[in-house]
């Protein structure tokens, strides 16, 4: 079954933004940032997912990966 990788963490290094400083800009906690992180949600609205494009510029392909397997 194929998957879904987080590659938020790439996006933060790429923009040299601590994950701290995102949750703040972009109005959600910093432990449910850390479930989106590491890939341990179930979903995630496009509201966020919009929040998060805009916060890091970029699309959500950037984030999102489907797994190859």
């Known amino acids: 079954m194929k998957q879904i990788i987080v590659r938020l963490d790439v996006m933060l290094a790429r923009r040299k933004m601590k994950a701290k400083d995102l949750a703040e800009q972009i109005g959600i906690t910093e432990a449910n940032l850390s479930l989106l992180r590491t890939g341990k949600v179930k979903g995630v ?4 997912l919009a929040k998060l494009c805009s916060a890091l510029e970029c699309t959500p392909g950037d984030i999102l990966e489907l797994d190859s397997e």
């Open 45 to 48: 609205r496009f509201e966020t």
